[in-house]
């Protein structure tokens, strides 16, 4: 299996869990505050981390030498996930979903203009095609402009600074250490916006937490072996993929029942996604 294929399946997986966890953090913030859960998933995912310190096979994956770039990194994570759990509150996940694939744009165009990254014409194609199918296919009343949506905007853009930033440093900092981290540096500064609205979670609530931490690592560490592999552009159609994943939590946990457009928008993303992947097999 050539970088290609590996990378997709690493970014594949990452999305999906990123539906499961934006599932949780719209849980816990039916009681608790959008600061309050952030602070809760960064201090589970740094906790979680933890033990690692203590095996000498993974102990040397701590070491770094960019303290000032993952304290930026965290600060960016912190302000980014704080306004997401926060447009989590009022939106269906799978129009969450919708404003965040700007992200993914951001990244491409952030990728070209900083990271001197060449985006092939099929990426670009289906990227486009994928995005903006979606826009098409969702109900007139979900995109009204809001403030909400400002922020769920701004957000978006937010994680794509933090991927670009991501790509050019992975390649010099384990994954492990750019998890870490990010986590500490994130948690400091959440728990500081966090602490005046401290709500004491309930026993299922810290479980919730606790699966929240477990899976954030996971993610990162997925898209960051994937960023190992091959460009942050060539990532980005893969990741449209969170959008039927997102379609599948919302109904799993909120019961939000997707129309017929939905499925339009998944009949085009995935022959999008297979055009590329298929692509990029035989372009070995």
């Known amino acids: 299996m050539n970088n290609k ?26 009681r608790l505050s959008f600061q309050e859960v952030t602070a809760g998933r960064f201090f589970f995912a740094f906790l979680t981390m933890l033990p690692l310190l203590f095996f000498k096979q993974t102990r040397n994956d701590f070491k770094t030498k960019h303290i000032s770039l993952h304290c930026l990194r965290g600060a960016l994570f912190c302000l980014g996930l704080c306004l997401w759990v926060l447009g989590l509150k009022t939106t269906m996940i799978a ?21 001197k990254e060449k985006v092939s014409i099929r990426t670009w194609i289906c990227s486009i095609i994928s995005f903006l199918s979606l826009f098409f296919v969702v109900n007139v009343h979900e995109l009204s402009w809001s ?31 750019m998890a870490f981290y990010s986590n500490f540096f994130a948690c400091l500064f959440s728990v500081i916006l966090g602490l005046s609205q401290f709500i004491m979670p309930t026993l299922q609530e810290i479980g919730l937490f606790i699966l929240l931490g477990l ?3 996971f993610l990162l560490v997925t898209i960051l072996k994937a960023y190992e592999l091959v460009d942050a552009a060539f990532t ?10 997102g379609l599948i939590v919302g109904f799993l946990f909120f ?13 085009i993303i995935l022959a999008c996604n297979a055009y590329l992947f298929i692509a990029e097999k035989n372009n070995k």
């Open 5 to 30: 294929l590996k990378a997709a399946i690493f970014t594949i997986t990452s999305v999906t869990f990123g539906s499961f966890l934006d599932g949780l953090s719209k849980l816990l913030s039916t």
């Open 95 to 115: 129009t969450t979903t919708l404003i965040g694939f700007t992200s993914y744009l951001f990244t491409i165009i952030l990728a070209y203009l900083f990271l």
């Open 147 to 177: 403030s909400g949506a400002t922020i769920l905007l701004f957000s978006a853009f937010l994680f794509a600074v933090s991927d670009i930033i991501n790509k050019k440093y992975s390649q010099q900092e384990t994954s492990i250490a």
């Open 215 to 217: 899976g954030s690592n």
């Open 236 to 245: 980005t159609p893969f990741k449209f993929f969170e959008f039927i994943s």
């Open 255 to 267: 019961k939000e029942i997707p129309g017929y457009n939905n499925y339009i928008a998944l009949a």
